[in-house]
């Protein structure tokens, strides 16, 4: 089996890919620094070196030298940002079998190291086999893959978790894009052509939470008048997404924790045992870890849905992706609203950039589809813009910059729709009653 080192200070990234090249075939061991790497390659021999470029105190080049002096055998494969690529070229010269710059994928970084492996032994008979590992689906209309660094972490994030059925916990705030996020995840998966069932659980009132999960059958209780087939039997065979999972009541937490550990269901009212072979994808804007510490979530639940944690980033974290994002939805608005506004005008692309956007990718659409709505020509204009972005830039609206404001508007807006019913504005929000309660103590609104 052959042996390899990976050099990684991502230490989410490192373990991933080990898992990962495990599954695969490799006997892998990890090192964060170069100081543990430098005492893992005293004691033990390496068919191929991993080795991020930038490491803490000193790099993967540095590292070139010895190893090409102490075992010339092993090969050497740089892992760069772009930035480094010219840095990675140099080390080829000077010994390097070769680079791969992130994000990458995973039949990528299986092929580079096959071919590693097949010049050191010199045989292309002793090439590792690999299980068939399917590319990221980049589908504009599923995924938008950014050009900041935040947004490489996050494809690469998903490229690698994609192919393995490890359960994935999204966090991140409101509006960033989670559920965009796990139908990336699927589409990358094995399971890409078997269902995608998304789920909010925080839409889902708590007496009939039970039979939206599994089904139930007819007459089973009152309001029963036909069979029923719940989400986890619908997304049989696929994947499941329970997006904003923090909301689920103690007792649906129980019932959820034992159809994951037990991997079979029963609909209400039925015996009949159903088998399970799904994927769970959750997400939550949350801090689950506080949750679990007030007594509110159950921490056995969180470490089935935390086999792999990924945070979608915030608009903010993304500066680089917000005039990208803005063509998107440009070009999604026009689709939708049949018009023609093919660009921003520089003012305009300023104020896209110097907004907070609190909202994230959420706001932006809805902030983009307006614009499209009340330009008159073809291109958008700053007047266009709703007035929470322009007065938000220009500081004539302080309390526009957070993400708390900015939900306290939409709670506002929600119950100025429905003449306050709040039965119908939660609906509207989709969220619980009890949580859009909290949520009007927690602000101190006024209703």
Known sequence: MPKILIIEDDTA??????????RNGFDVYTSYTIKEAEEQLRTSHFDVILSDVRLPKGNGVTLLHQVKKESPQTQVILMTGYAEVRTAVNAIKNGAFDYISKPFTP???????NNALVIQTGNQQEKVETS?????NKNPNSFLAGESDSSKKLQQYVQLVAPT???????????????VTANAIHKASNRSNQPFVAVDCGAIPREIATSEFFGHVKGSFTGAIEDKVGHFEAANGGTLFLDEVG????????????????????RV??????????????A???????AIDDGAFREDLYHRLNEFSIEVPSLRERKEDILLFASYFLDRANSELEKEVFDFSEETKQLLLDYSWPGNLREMKNVIKRAVLFSQGEMVLPDALSNEVVQGVNGTQEPIFSKSDFEKERIMEALKQTNFNKSKAAKLLQITRKTLYNKINQYQLEV
């Open 13 to 22: 990234f490192c373990q991933m890919l080990e898992k990962f090249l495990t």
């Open 107 to 113: 039949d990528e970084i299986v092929t580079v190291i």
């Open 132 to 136: 068939p590992i399917k590319p990221v």
């Open 165 to 179: 059925n490890m359960s994935v916990l999204l966090t991140g705030e409101s509006g960033t894009g989670k559920e």
């Open 247 to 266: 909301n689920l009541s103690y007792e649906h937490q129980v019932q959820l924790l034992r159809a994951i550990q037990e991997r079979k269901i029963k």
């Open 269 to 282: 009212g039925s015996t009949k045992e159903i088998h399970l072979d799904l994927r769970i994808i959750a």
């Open 284 to 290: 939550t804007n949350e801090n689950l870890l506080v």
